[in-house]
């Protein structure tokens, strides 16, 4: 079992940033495949990026060179680095486990179906 929480969001003016921070209990994080997902209203949830075991990262192709995903082990937290946002970011915010140490995709955003663990989310505004 892993409880994940999701904090940093917030509203923020295109262009800007963002830290998410993911904090956890009840397992370590390092040992698993780890993910950021967003859903904004009336569209699927994507996700967004991922981080393995052995600390490979993947990204969806509407984010790779703006988020970075990392992590804390001393603090087990994971953290989603956001820059040069856009209003197409705005979403609710969720971090995500899947309970191995391995992720199914890389070079490409991860699948929700996979994620067996989820926080609550936390709300990104972006305005023009």
């Known amino acids: 079992q892993v409880q994940l929480v999701e904090s940093g969001g917030g509203s923020e003016q295109a262009g800007g940033s963002l830290r998410l921070s993911c904090s956890a209990s009840g397992n370590t994080l390092s040992r698993m495949c780890m993910g950021w997902f967003r859903q904004a209203p009336g569209k699927e949830r994507e996700g967004v990026a991922s981080l393995d075991a052995n600390g490979v990262t993947s990204y969806a192709a509407s984010v790779k060179g703006r988020f970075t995903i990392s992590q804390d082990t001393a603090k087990n937290t994971l953290y989603l680095q956001m820059n040069s946002l856009n209003p197409e970011d705005t979403a609710r915010y969720y971090c995500?486990?899947?309970?191995?140490?391995?992720?199914?995709?890389?070079?490409?955003?991860?699948?929700?179906?996979?994620?067996?663990?989820w926080g609550q989310g936390t709300q990104v505004t972006v305005s023009s």
């Open positions: 995500a486990a899947n309970g191995l140490p391995f992720c199914r995709y890389i070079n490409r955003g991860p699948s929700a179906v996979d994620f067996a663990y």
